[in-house]
């Protein structure tokens, strides 16, 4: 790979991917490694001279509390450093000036001015007061603060309870912010980034989705070279996409995986054999492990329980076909890699600096330890791009839109949606009654936005639940189930609100499920937010 990079070193922050992300908004490719790097090692990353420029993330702590501190190399390479909040206060203090504790924390929204007219801020104010001065619309989130300027420096940005809110060495072109630019509420936060890495550092703006796939196809080719290939394909969106760039790569040489559970939503399994197998032309092998499923999960209600129970299965059925696969048949090599979607906030959360005391927040991972399990060694082609990205990717490879930017849904699949016991009968209610809530969602649209619904939710689905209530049909009474409708609006799935979806659309749907799926008479309405409330109900 031959791109500009950017070094982003985590301290800690939780908003530390968020400058990420706002770097490779601007196309340009960055990486976040932890903080307690040696300087040895930063020499050795910049040593092929693609380094344009480094960020210091903010931390969850303040500099008295936790001796973490930028690697000396950084203030000695010779690019552009900007540091953030924490970043900022260190920068100072290792660069001989001042930073004093405070009992008091500016938190939230604060106006700041721009002083000084440094590179970085020149021109971008999000309004003037009526002496001329430039006003910043940021949001602040600290306790200490930097006291004394380092020799070199000068004001750039300040606030009545701050006073040095942002400094800048233009010689050494070396910058704090005490703000986070990476918050979508610092009004110019993009714009501040973009003006750091494209013009202060210089780097060029040549990360891109649609011309990343020849990159990672050459990449892909290089590693397996005419090695055989296994991919786990579940339907999601990693999954999926890593599936359409291996093939992309190696074609015939890939084979994919789909292990059906029975607790798919309708028609998935044959929309992934529709598009893998049918538009695409992979090798899919579909491995129906329904009745299995089913058997197994016969009488179990406890939640974690039937998580261990499908996880495993899981990990049996796939581990059974690859055995399969590894051996060298006539006419194939077997297969020697298997492929994962390890996207890269995997990546970046597993490899988290060793003082770092930030609460890892953790998804719900795809198993781990198969491919030493299977002997295979791992491919994983999307380990450097983040989920906005691989969708992008996904997109330029062709994949459908729909499947793209669907909503998350869960390994162990209605297996979690149906309270208690599951049983087929629940799971074919439960299918129906969840396509047609999705199915309103897709097709009703906020004025306001001009979106469909679904894509201001950021998960959406029924649950079944086991209890039978009385209703009245035509002119006969009626004694079937209940589903609950859930749809929630999140940005980290760590919390979320239930969706203020329009009753309009709400008696839609409960009026179209009651009508049209026989054994359901009663749908409702799940308003509890997370926490207390989780978004799935086991
Ligand atoms: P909760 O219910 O914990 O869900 O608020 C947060 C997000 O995680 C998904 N989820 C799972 N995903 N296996 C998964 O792959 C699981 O066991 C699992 N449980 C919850 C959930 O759909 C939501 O997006």
Not at 160 to 179: K, L, N, S, W
Not at 495 to 522: F, H, M, Q
Not at 528 to 534: E, Y
């Amino acid at each position: 790979m031959q791109h500009d990079k950017i070094l982003i070193l985590d301290f800690g922050s939780q908003v530390t991917q968020l400058i990420a992300r706002r770097v490779r908004e601007a196309h340009v490719y960055c990486e976040v490694h932890p903080c307690d790097v040696s300087s040895d090692w930063v020499r050795a990353y910049a040593a092929d001279g693609r380094l344009k420029g480094i960020i210091l993330s903010g931390s969850h702590a303040s500099v008295y509390e936790v001796d973490d501190r930028a690697p000396e190399a950084v203030f000695e390479l010779g690019v552009p450093v900007l540091g953030i909040c924490y970043g900022m206060q260190t920068m100072a203090q290792q660069l001989g000036g001042q930073v004093e504790g405070s009992p008091t924390r500016e938190f939230g929204y604060a106006e700041v001015r721009a002083r000084g007219h440094t590179a970085l801020l020149k021109d971008i104010a999000d309004f003037h007061t009526p002496q001329g001065h430039g006003m910043l619309k940021v949001w602040m989130s600290h306790g200490d603060k930097v006291v004394a300027l380092p020799p070199g420096f000068t004001v750039m940005a300040s606030t009545d309870a701050c006073p040095i809110a942002g400094m800048a060495d233009e010689a050494r072109r070396f910058y704090g912010v005490q703000f986070h630019p990476e918050v979508t509420h610092t009004v110019q936060g993009r714009a501040i980034l973009e003006r750091f890495v494209l013009e202060i550092c210089g780097a060029k703006p040549d990360w891109i989705m649609r011309d990343h796939i020849e990159e990672a196809v050459q990449a892909i080719r290089a590693q397996v070279g005419d090695e055989g290939v296994l991919l786990g394909l579940s339907g999601g969106v990693d999954s999926s996409v890593a599936a359409a760039l291996i093939h992309r790569a190696i074609g015939e040489q890939l084979t994919c995986v789909f292990v059906d559970h029975g607790l798919l939503r309708l028609n998935e399994g044959e929309q992934v054999m529709d598009m893998f197998a049918g538009k695409l032309h992979a090798k899919v092998i579909r491995v129906d492990a329904s009745d299995l499923f089913l058997r197994e999960l016969a009488g179990v209600t406890d939640p974690e329980q039937k998580r261990k129970i499908i996880g495993r299965l899981f990990v049996d059925v796939f581990k059974a076909e690859a055995e399969k696969l590894k051996a060298a048949r006539p006419g194939s090599k077997g297969v020697q890699w298997l492929a994962q979607g390890t996207i890269y906030p995997d990546v970046i959360e597993s490899g988290g600096a060793k003082s770092k005391k930030a609460v890892t927040i953790k998804s719900h991972h795809n198993v781990g330890g198969l491919p030493e399990q299977l002997g295979l060694k791992l491919l994983e082609p999307l380990r450097d791009l983040f989920k906005d990205e691989v969708r992008e990717l996904g997109v330029a490879l062709g994949l459908p839109h729909d499947m793209v930017y669907r909503h998350p849904f869960p390994g162990p699949g209605l297996g979690v949606r149906i309270l208690g016991e599951v049983k087929k009968e629940y799971a074919d209610l439960l299918r129906r009654a969840d396509a047609i809530f999705i199915e309103e969602l897709r097709s009703t649209i906020e004025p306001n936005s001009g979106k469909p619904w679904y894509d201001l939710v950021s998960q959406a689905f029924a649950v079944f639940l086991p209890v039978k209530s009385v209703g009245v049909m035509g002119d006969g009474r009626t004694y079937d189930y209940v589903v609950a409708l859930r749809a929630v609006q999140t940005s980290d799935f760590m919390t979320a609100d239930w969706a203020e979806l329009p009753y309009s659309l709400l008696k839609r749907v409960s009026g179209r499920i009651i009508n049209e799926v026989r054994g359901i008479n009663r749908v409702t309405y799940d308003i509890s937010s997370k926490p207390p409330a989780t978004i799935e109900w086991e």
